[in-house]
């Protein structure tokens, strides 16, 4: 059994994609409650620690796991890259949250660790932040590869750019390339039931069968349709969305109806033959973003977005919508996650076989 720390887990979206490459979840941490909880009721295996890792304390916690960890997994935020001069990043207290992470690493000494971060990691100061990181880990012994990888080229149904530092202790191991089939957005969600504003319910049966492959790959070991569930907007945001026809945004709406919004996308419908945008916490807005379903006048649903970031039917979102939303919403897609899983499995399979031909 190969097993695996969660630090920073949210509602294990990491957790999930290495479950389903056969990995052992034996311990996680998520300060949310809500979002904790919603991780044990999809991860009950593994224990779950909801607590500020800030005031936990390594050894106490990590102790009876020393020397039985395989892999550490996560993604602690990461505040201080943006700064210009020289700096080096441990001397930002804002990266406490990295420091953390580092030492759980350094102390529990797993044969892999993999990092997953906002793109700029990489890029800012001209790379001069990711040179620290790759320093400090390599002061500890770990070969580093890094990439800013899109969930799109994965098989995962949206368009989500994230950095990526996977390492291995004494040895080197890449980062899996992205060559695998594309998915729509539609091919994502043209199954599910077509509701309108206010409609759905938390559980409900299915209504059609699965129409692509991706979505019966969804739908296995799952019997009922859960978190679909339409936001009941207001009439004059229902108005707005009746005057934006498919695959269409806010060029599409005369003047007395353009909303001032920061965000790209805003009164946009999802393109069905493209990729997702990035699902982010705010879905269930219009405004916020090209979150408007391809021809319904409404936002998608949790389990909508939940399918556009590859979680499977039976993975159920607990809460307030707001916390569901931010379990879809800050989660790496399993999809994406399970890639890197099955990476590191084949190097320990090839690892193993060659100790087991070394011994002949």
Not at 36 to 58: C, F, Q, V, W
Not at 64 to 81: A, H, N, R, S, T
Not at 106 to 111: E, F, I, S, T, V
Not at 120 to 145: M, P, V
Request: glycine share 6%; aromatic share 10%; hydrophobic share 35%.
């Amino acid at each position: 059994m190969v097993n695996v720390v969660d630090l920073f887990s949210g509602v294990g979206g990491l957790s999930l994609g290495f479950r389903q490459a056969g990995f052992n979840i034996v311990i996680a941490n998520e300060i949310d409650s809500d979002i904790s909880r919603a991780y044990e009721m999809n991860h009950p295996e593994g224990k779950m620690i909801n607590e500020d890792i800030t005031k936990l304390e390594i050894e106490s916690v990590f102790s009876e796991y020393k020397g039985k960890i395989d892999v550490v997994i996560g993604g602690p935020p990461c505040q201080g890259f943006s700064q210009k001069g020289a700096r080096r990043i441990l001397d930002d207290e804002r990266n406490f949250l990295f420091k953390y992470y580092l030492k759980v690493v350094d102390y529990l000494r797993p044969k892999y660790f993999l990092m997953e971060n906002v793109p700029n990691l990489l890029t800012a100061n001209r790379g001069s932040f990711k040179q620290d990181i790759y320093h400090e880990f390599e002061n500890i012994g770990y070969q580093l590869d890094s990439a800013i990888l899109n969930a799109f080229d994965y098989g995962v149904p949206q368009t989500r750019r994230r950095a990526f530092i996977l390492g291995k202790l004494n040895g080197a191991i890449s980062l899996p390339l992205g060559f695998f089939d594309k998915v729509t957005a539609w091919d994502a969600i043209s199954d599910l039931a077509f509701l309108n504003s206010g409609e759905g319910s938390e559980e409900q049966d299915y209504l059609s069968p699965a129409l692509t492959p991706y979505q019966k790959k969804l739908r296995e070991r799952s019997v009922k349709l859960f978190n679909h569930v339409a936001t009941k907007h207001s009439n004059l945001a229902i108005e707005r969305m009746q005057l934006v026809p498919p695959e269409k945004g806010k060029e599409s709406l005369p003047k007395e109806h353009l909303t001032k919004s920061i965000y790209s996308g805003t009164w946009s419908r999802i393109v069905k033959s493209d990729p997702s945008v990035t699902i982010t916490t705010r879905f269930d807005t219009p405004s916020s973003g090209r979150f408007t379903h391809p021809y319904l006048h409404r936002a998608i649903t949790v389990r909508e977005a939940a399918r556009l970031q590859s979680f499977p039917d039976n993975f159920i979102f607990y809460g307030p919508k707001t916390s569901q939303m931010k379990q879809v919403g800050n989660a790496v897609p399993p999809l994406l996650a399970n890639r890197i899983a099955e990476t590191i499995k084949l190097d320990i399979i090839k690892n193993n076989e060659l100790i087991m031909v070394n011994k002949r």
